[in-house]
């Protein structure tokens, strides 16, 4: 009896498949200090995406795009992710410069509030947008609005691949934009 306890105890533990990561097919969102840090040791541009509490595009942006694993795997593969309240209270230092909110009202925290100066400086006017930033933290360029995962991974790729430096012209982004062929799930 006693062998066919131990038989049935290992047959349950191997029947259990290893836990996958903890972060598997979600976003692992940092502080842009954070990303700057880890830029040091292992440089990978970065991404932050700059929202508001009460933006609902930028809630669907979490939830449909963000929330999608082919973008999550994507991202923390190849880039810092940043998550940045255009509006929030935090203090956040960039380029030896540091920012703030000198005008929030903690009684608004989940309605409209004052813009942050670190939003203002990257002229950020509409929320989400998503700004990009070379491996040097050295910013490349705000994307705004709501995209689809695979809208997403147009701008993700052509950051990636630094082709953007190569386009002059909106005819040169057009063209990259017609060859373009996704493969993230949408």
């Known amino acids: 009896?006693?062998?066919?306890g131990y038989l049935f105890?290992?047959?349950l533990l191997a029947s259990f498949k290893p836990a996958e990561k903890e972060t598997e097919g979600k976003i692992n969102w940092i502080t842009i200090e954070e990303a700057i840090e880890l830029q040091k040791t292992a440089p990978k541009k970065i991404i932050m995406d700059v929202y508001t509490n009460w933006c609902g595009p930028c809630k669907m942006l979490d939830k449909n795009t963000f929330g999608n694993a082919d973008v999550a795997n994507y991202i923390n593969e190849h880039y810092y992710a940043v998550k940045f309240?255009?509006?929030?209270n935090d203090?956040?230092?960039?380029?030896?410069?540091t920012f703030g909110n000198p005008k929030?009202?903690?009684?608004?925290?989940n309605r409209r509030n004052s813009a942050h100066e670190f939003s203002r400086f990257l002229n950020v006017r509409a929320y989400p947008t998503m700004v990009f930033f070379d491996e040097e933290a050295n910013f490349i360029t705000p994307v705004t609005g709501y995209l689809k995962p695979q809208q997403l991974e147009l701008y993700l790729k052509l950051f990636k691949s630094d082709k953007y430096k190569d386009m002059k012209t909106q005819e040169q982004f057009n063209e990259y934009y017609k060859s373009f062929k996704p493969t993230f799930k949408e």
């Open 1 to 4: 009896m006693k062998k066919l």
């Open 9 to 11: 105890v290992i047959l």
């Open 85 to 88: 309240n255009a509006e929030g």
């Open 91 to 97: 203090s956040v230092t960039y380029k030896d410069k």
């Open 104 to 109: 929030y009202d903690a009684t608004k925290a």
